[in-house]
């Protein structure tokens, strides 16, 4: 039974190529991720108060540490929504040479982004948070992972009816964090 329930805005440029079929499979393999954390993502197309946005581009904008990668998020506490970036033109280019993988990195890295726009940092194990792209297959979370998004849950109002039982642990709040 799910933890609580996370609303997560996603929006797609045109430009991207994506199909419909796409972004949905797309959701759907974010959320079977965020599942094993007991946590059900409830998805938007539009932006909206109290939500973590995604948004995919074709390349992800010229923001500061971001640099070379697939995916950024931009999380500055009461100042914007936080917003997370998915560069799906770098990551189709990655991803053409490996076809076992085609679709699956889209999805880590905007399940990756989504974490970091929860306060969750680069991780030192393979994991969810683990920077190094070579794992996305095997995603999984970490005891660490599920232990910092447990404590997000606790603390935002984005997300209904957590568990008091969950252990808290306060995670870094990260203004830019990328993936790479």
Same mark, same amino acid.
């Given at each position: ?22 972004? &949905? ?11 094993? @954390? ?48 998915? @560069?799906?033109? @770098?990551?189709?280019?990655?991803? &053409?040479? &490996?076809?076992? !993988? ?38 999984? !979370? ?34 830019? &964090? @990328?993936?790479?």
């Amino acid at each position: 039974m799910p933890l609580s329930t996370l609303i997560v805005s996603l929006l797609v440029s045109t430009n991207t190529g994506e199909s419909q079929t796409a972004i &949905r499979q797309l959701k759907e393999e974010v959320s079977r991720i965020y599942e094993q @954390a007991d946590l059900t993502i409830s998805w938007v197309d539009s932006s909206q108060p109290q939500t973590l946005t995604i948004t995919l581009l074709p390349a992800i904008p010229s923001i500061r540490g971001c640099e070379s990668a697939f995916g950024c998020s931009v999380r500055e506490v009461g100042t914007t929504t936080p917003t997370a970036f998915v @560069a799906t033109q @770098a990551i189709w280019n990655y991803e &053409r040479p &490996r076809p076992l !993988w085609r679709g699956r990195l889209l999805a880590f890295v905007v399940a990756h982004e989504l974490g970091h726009l929860m306060g969750l940092t680069h991780g030192n194990e393979p994991g969810l948070m683990f920077r190094n792209t070579g794992w996305s297959p095997l995603v999984r !979370w970490t005891l660490t992972e599920k232990a910092s998004l447990a404590a997000f849950i606790t603390h935002t109002t984005p997300v209904k009816q957590p568990d008091p039982s969950i252990v808290q642990a306060r995670p870094e709040a990260a203004d830019a &964090r @990328a993936s790479r």
